[in-house]
């Protein structure tokens, strides 16, 4: 099956499963801020709800008196999400967002798991082998708010823990990845608001935004490595208007293609 047909394929798919969908994104303003969100390590997710956005707890350093590096822009940056994915798409979601260690057992209900500031990622042998198997069972790892040489640096040492011959890949802008519902051909680095602050787009040295991945033996993306970008604050602040609404509406349809290629692949 050439590209094309994998794409066609991929669009057929998401459409019998999901009976997509409301085509659109949100503009500045439009993504409501959820009070008094559930805070619990873990969730339960009803029969009802067929995706629950998975966040990974793991060990690290702390983030400069935020707490773990982990928990950096929990739980706004999933609960804003979460309503933009119940708006754009007929998927039923938990509201909420669920907290997993990769120790857990329930790791294995959810195929989508959400890991920030990766840069600081730490993996025992145990949790390095329970992430294999968990993303070599068909699991989906998006990663996110990393920066710079020394941040890279500690990533790929925590993947070739988990995958020792297996390759960091770049991602081309005409993977299914970026097809699957948005046809995605920006490649626009998407900031955090510190940055913004600033004046800048990146931080730490992360002057260049990469898309890259690490692939299954079927050529499925296990993996999707947002580097040198902040895609969770631009959820969190969808709403506010210091935060330019471009990145935003990039941001979601990234999202949006994550969420439905994890769901369906």
């Known amino acids: 099956m050439n590209c094309h047909q994998r794409r066609r394929a991929d669009r057929t798919l998401v459409a019998l499963l999901l009976f997509l969908l409301a085509y659109g994104i949100p503009a500045a303003g439009q993504v409501t801020y959820r009070q008094n969100p559930v805070l619990a390590e873990t969730q339960a997710v009803s029969n009802q709800h067929e995706f629950a956005f998975a966040r990974l707890m793991y060990n690290g350093t702390n983030a400069g008196g935020w707490g773990p590096r982990w928990q950096v822009d929990w739980p706004e940056a999933e609960t804003h999400l979460l309503q933009g994915l119940s708006r754009l798409t007929r998927l039923n979601t938990n509201p909420d967002g669920v907290l997993v260690r990769l120790t857990d057992d329930e790791i294995f209900d959810y195929p989508w798991l959400y890991a920030v500031e990766v840069g600081s990622l730490s993996l025992s042998s145990y949790e390095a082998e329970r992430m294999r198997e968990y993303l070599l069972r068909g699991g989906f790892l998006m990663v996110d708010d990393f920066h710079g040489p020394a941040q890279w640096h500690n990533f790929a040492y925590a993947m070739k823990q988990v995958f020792p011959n297996r390759q960091i890949e770049n991602i081309s802008v005409d993977d299914s990845l970026f097809e699957i519902l ?17 004046g800048q787009t990146w931080e730490r040295g992360g002057r260049v935004a990469r898309w890259r991945g690490i692939r299954d033996d079927s050529g499925r993306i296990m993996i999707a490595i947002n580097f040198n970008m902040d895609l969770g604050d631009a959820w969190e602040h969808a709403d506010w208007p210091d935060y330019p609404q471009e990145y935003s509406a990039l941001a979601y349809r990234f999202a949006v293609n994550y969420v439905l290629y994890s769901m369906t692949h």
């Open 182 to 198: 948005y046809d995605i051909n920006q490649r626009k680095q998407i900031p955090g608001i510190r940055a913004l602050s600033s």
